[in-house]
Each structure stands twice: as C-alpha cells, then as structure tokens.
C-alpha cells in the first residue's frame, strides 16, 4: 500500500449518546454515517457495548446496510458481541476492553493475558471474511502477541498521548509519543497493519499522519464535538485536510 494512502474512520457512537439523552429517534447516527461519508470519510466506526448506552443493535444492522463504505463493528470479545458481528458480517472488527463504569474506553487490549480467549474469535471472524483489529497500547509484548494472533491489524491506543499534549505535560507527551513512534515501527515490521485511535483532534492527528506505518485513524468524540460548530461535513474537510498536511511529511522526508 503507498505510504499516501491514508483513510479516516468517522466514529458516530456519540450522534448515538446526543439521541439516547432524550429517547427519541433523532439525531440518527445513521444519516451521521451517511454525511461523513458524502464529506470524505473513508468507512465508518461504531461501537456496540454492552450496556447500549450510545449505539443499538438497530443502529448497527442499519448502518451495514445503507452506508456504503466499510464497517468497523467495535466491539468486547464477548459471546454475544460475537453472535451479533457474524450476523452482521461488517467489514471489520476492532475488538476492545469494556468495563460497565468506564466513560469510554481507558486502555487497551490485553492480548498477552487474554490470548487464549482471543485466538477462537480470530479465528471465526477470518473464516467469515471478517477482517480483525486489536486494539492496544503501543507496547513490544501486546504487538508480538497480535502478530503471533495473526490477527491483521492492530489499532494503537492514542488516548495517554492526546491528553497528554492537551493537557500541556510536554515532558509525558514526548514520551507517549516515541511509544507510538516504536509501537508503529515494530507492528510493520511484523507486517500488521496499523490504525490509530482515541482522544485525536486536528493537531494530533496531523501529527500521527507523519508516521508512515499508519494506515487508518478512526475519531469520533472530537469530530461530533465539532461539529455542533462547524457542521459534520466541515468537520470531515478539515480533519482530511489536516491528515493530508501530516502525511505531507511523509513525502517530503523520503524526497529529502
């Protein structure tokens, strides 16, 4: 794949927590999903949990069927969470830790210590054409394990990183960030393919388009925040146009 090609996944888990907040049916996630992509969006993220606090299983059996760019079903490595995504034979998985009392997801997947249980559903989402992202902290021991999983993907959690910059602890920022920088290099060296997600904005994400090995970044939270500004559509454009300017990077440092 050219270093160029660079997608974004538009998360619209949170269009889903706007609508729930009064019961009603409105704002739809689905037309959302169906405006980001019109604005450039390259596939679509939603995340089933276990609790349906934001997005409903009609949601996502909709979303399968009227949007018609990829996918990515988020979701907990459950039985049930199983059942559902093989029924609705999304693009991708991208499977997660979920804790009921959590605001959102804080970490990533422990794949070293949930191997056992992760490998079966690998497994059954490949034999069903079902593409598998793990997602996890950049760190050596999770990558080796995804890549030993074979599952084909892995998104690194960005989430320390962002708050750290947001939150000005330049002296953590720059640490978090050289994880992400060697978590990136050693999944491609392992051939995974890696996307990147959790707290990015305009900056950060032109920041992490830089890094050649990433292939995707999946945002959500930011981009619907934004949105009630700027309109969703606006927001997709500049979120491309600031990926664009990061991947820029990428270019002018192989031509130097």
């Given amino acids: 794949m050219s270093q160029s090609a660079l997608r974004l996944g538009v998360n619209v888990d949170h269009v889903a927590t706007l609508r729930n907040a009064r019961g009603g049916p409105q704002p739809d996630p689905v037309r959302a999903a169906l405006a980001a992509i019109e604005a450039g969006a390259d596939g679509i993220t939603a995340h089933l949990r276990e609790d349906r606090r934001h997005i409903r299983d009609d949601d996502m059996a ?3 069927a009227e949007i018609s760019k990829p996918l990515n079903f988020e979701m907990a490595a459950t039985e049930e969470m199983q059942r559902i995504a093989l029924a609705t034979k999304p693009h991708a998985v991208c499977l997660v830790p979920e804790r009921r009392m959590e605001l959102t997801t804080e970490g990533g997947l422990d794949v070293v210590g949930q191997r056992a249980a992760l490998a079966p559903a690998i497994a059954r989402f490949t034999d069903a054409g079902i593409r598998t992202s793990l997602f996890i902290d950049a760190e050596p021991a999770q990558i080796e394990t995804a890549a030993a999983l074979r599952a084909p993907v892995i998104e690194l959690h960005t989430g320390a990183w962002c708050d750290a910059v947001t939150g000005g602890d330049r002296a953590k920022a720059d640490r978090e960030w050289q994880r992400i920088v060697a978590g990136a290099r050693l999944a491609g060296e392992a051939g995974l393919e890696v996307h990147a997600g959790h707290g990015l904005d305009y900056a950060t994400a032109e920041t992490i388009a830089a890094l050649p090995q990433i292939m995707e970044l999946n945002i959500g939270y930011f981009m619907i925040g934004e949105a009630l500004f700027v ?19 990428v270019a002018d440092a192989a031509r130097a």
């Fill in 231 to 249: 309109g969703l559509a606006e927001t997709v454009r500049r979120m491309r146009a600031a990926m664009a300017r990061g991947r820029a990077a």
């Fill in 62 to 64: 909709r979303l399968k």
